[in-house]
């Protein structure tokens, strides 16, 4: 399954290491208002990152989680 997650806070960095971490997700697309924070949360858990929320939705995802997004 691949999975989107839009907004990577707190609990949004915590839901990326949950999800990529289970055996039922094959891979996990990230995007941030803030697009260092996405990409270093990608460097380190090995998923995708999309630029826009749009991008994220055309990526090909199976599902998506929205957690607090604040640029």
Same mark, same amino acid.
């Given at each position: ?8 806070? &707190?609990? $949004?960095?915590?839901? =990326?290491? *949950?999800?990529?971490? /289970?055996? %039922?997700?094959?891979?996990?697309? #990230? ?12 460097? &380190?858990? $090995?998923?995708?990152? =999309?630029? *826009?929320?749009?991008? /994220?939705? %055309?990526?090909?995802?199976?599902? #998506? ?7």
């Amino acid at each position: 399954m691949r999975l989107g997650l839009l907004g990577l806070g &707190r609990i $949004g960095s915590f839901h =990326a290491e *949950t999800l990529s971490g /289970l055996a %039922a997700v094959d891979s996990l697309v #990230v995007c941030d208002p803030a697009p260092a924070r996405a990409a270093g949360l990608a460097e &380190r858990l $090995g998923t995708d990152v =999309a630029g *826009t929320p749009e991008a /994220l939705l %055309a990526s090909g995802i199976d599902g #998506v989680r929205l957690d607090e997004v604040r640029p």
